[in-house]
């Protein structure tokens, strides 16, 4: 899938906004200074580990049953343990900048197929052995405004907006074949986003937490997000994070169709300073 001039605005656009929010959150992490309210101004950086179940298909929009392709029963792609980091600046209780990213999550298969199935116009055939790899990069930049409070602040509920970008390399290879068939396809975008963000203090050293936010890329499709945790303060500058996750997929693009569900658990750490 090729790049529309207005993608390639929007990621310029956002990588502007990555180096201007890590210089802010340098600055107040070197220099920290009186928030909003009179609140002391918090930066944090946090790790986590998603393991992340796969699921959707690519088909070709108007093609036949072959160009329907099922990640689970066709490609038989696994789940897989990425790596994601979070840069959160919170100028105040009720408002936050984060900064997430996701370097690479890779999903791979190895399945004979069942059935003949055709990749951008290669055949493959049944009880042939075919080899995936998928490989995703994320990143998102997001201001959130927990205008609505109560219980004196420990229940924050607001907006949250952000901007993102997804790139995808999917592959299948044949390498048993004759003559190894391979075929590459490449998926760039980049788009806004709009939702909700809440958390809540249980007490001083827990914190429930969840948002859903949607992103809708024209008549490309839409991009739906969710995730609820709970983070525990287990020493003065240190927190263990825990959750749910779910990334939903859904855009059209030069005739194809590319339907994608990513669903699992993580767990991981965030230091505050």
Aim: avoid cysteine; charged fraction near 20%; hydrophobic fraction near 45%.
């Amino acid at each position: 899938m090729s790049n529309s001039s207005t993608e390639r605005t929007l990621i310029a656009v956002f990588n502007v906004f990555t180096i201007a929010a890590f210089t802010i959150a340098a600055w107040f992490a070197l220099f920290p200074a009186p928030a909003l309210g009179g609140e002391r101004s918090i930066v944090s950086i946090e790790a986590r580990q998603w393991n992340a179940s796969p699921s959707g298909r690519f088909s070709q929009v108007g093609g036949t049953a072959n160009e329907t392709l099922d990640f689970e029963s066709d490609l038989d792609l696994q789940e897989d343990e990425a790596l994601e980091g979070r840069l959160v600046f919170r100028p105040s209780r009720r408002t936050m900048i984060r900064l997430g990213f996701l370097p690479e999550l890779q999903l791979a298969g190895d399945h004979v197929v069942s059935r003949s199935i055709t990749f951008l116009g290669q055949d493959f055939t049944i009880n042939q052995r075919v080899v995936t790899d998928f490989t995703i990069e994320y990143a998102r930049l997001g201001f959130a405004w927990q205008f609505i409070s109560a219980a004196k602040g420990r229940f924050r509920l607001g907006p949250l907006i952000e901007a993102r970008g997804f790139r995808g390399n999917l592959s299948l290879n044949a390498p048993d074949s004759p003559i190894p068939l391979s075929v590459t396809d490449e998926y760039e975008v980049a788009f806004g986003s709009a939702g909700l963000i809440a958390e809540l203090e249980i007490s001083d050293r827990i914190e429930l937490f969840g948002e859903v936010t949607e992103a809708v890329t024209g008549d490309e499709g839409d991009i739906t997000e969710t995730e609820y945790g709970i983070r525990v303060l287990v020493l003065p500058k240190l927190m263990v994070v825990a959750g749910v996750r779910t990334l939903e997929i859904d855009f059209q693009d030069n005739g194809e169709s590319f339907v994608f569900e990513l669903d699992g658990v993580f767990l991981g750490a965030q230091v505050r300073f």
